[in-house]
């Protein structure tokens, strides 16, 4: 199973792309504890562990490529992946999200992205850019 996510956020592709890729940042835009990495195979955990992945192809401010998996998958299920495309128009980031080899189970997984990630991350940014 696989599906596509878009949102639109109050930030430059660049805060975005640094913040996902921070501990600190991260953990203060999802609103839960991150554990990252800005380097291609290094290992992440967000979500107090729930999610873990690994960095497969980082392109600065434009594209992050991660191994992705909860800790709802069975053991013999493989990592999913995600893509996150970023793009700016108008003093927004346009930021898709492309999940692939979700489980057939996973479609508790496009609820998790909107609440845990779109929500928490679009407040974040409002904060941030406040003049």
């Known amino acids: 199973m696989e599906f596509t996510l878009t949102t639109k956020i109050k930030a430059t592709p660049k805060q975005i792309y640094k913040s996902w890729l921070s501990t ?20 992440f955990t967000a979500g107090e562990g729930y ?8 392109e600065p401010y434009k594209r992050i490529v ?24 108008d003093e927004e980031t346009t930021l898709t ?5 979700v489980p057939d189970s996973g479609d508790q997984y496009k609820t998790g992205w909107e609440e845990h990630y779109f929500a928490p991350m679009k407040a974040y940014f409002e904060t941030l850019n406040k003049n």
């Open 97 to 101: 999200l492309k999940h692939t080899n």
């Open 24 to 43: 600190q940042r991260h953990t203060k835009m999802i609103g839960s504890p991150a554990f990252v990495s800005d380097k291609v195979g290094e290992t």
């Open 66 to 89: 991660q191994s992705w998996r909860s800790s709802d998958f069975k053991d013999d299920e493989s990592d999913s992946q995600i893509e996150i495309l970023l793009s700016e128009e």
């Open 51 to 58: 999610i873990s992945g690994s960095n497969i192809e980082l």
